[in-house]
Nanobody, 126 residues
Framework: VQLQASGGGVVQAGDSLRLSCVVS????????IGWFRQAPGKGREGVSY????????YYSTSVKGRFTISKDAAKNIVYLDMNNLKPEDTALYYC????????????????????WGRGTLVTVSS
């Protein structure tokens, strides 16, 4: 099982970026694929996840309305479109996967998804 995040970069406040998470080793069905981030000197936090069985998204309050998560099942890729970026969005962004269950929301909030990839760095300058 591998997850590979990419698409990070250095942008200015108000700009947009698209992050991609390529998933290999399993099909997206029955999994939640999530995006998490860790800012310098801070703990890791959940940003968004998608229930791949019905495409239902979940967003943290800090990004709701600015970020959109989506998937391309044919390519086994999950995207995170980030608009109106702010300096406080600066962080190392990770994608992760977990089997869907009644506890998915709690596991997302607790950053306890099972499979993790390496991060991609997003830097937003003011």
């Amino acid at each position: 099982v591998q997850l590979q995040a990419s698409g990070g970069g250095v942008v200015q406040a108000g700009d947009s970026l698209r992050l991609s998470c390529v998933v290999s080793g399993f099909a997206l069905d029955d999994y939640a694929i999530g995006w998490f981030r860790q800012a310098p000197g801070k703990g890791r936090e959940g940003v968004s996840y998608i229930d791949t069985t019905n495409n239902t998204p979940y967003y943290s309050t800090s990004v709701k309305g600015r970020f959109t998560i989506s998937k391309d099942a044919a390519k086994n890729i999950v995207y995170l479109d980030m608009n109106n970026l702010k300096p406080e969005d600066t962080a190392l962004y990770y994608c992760a996967a977990d089997r869907l269950s009644w506890a998915t929301v709690e596991r997302f909030i607790m950053n306890s998804f099972i499979y993790w990839g390496r991060g991609t760095l997003v830097t937003v300058s003011s």
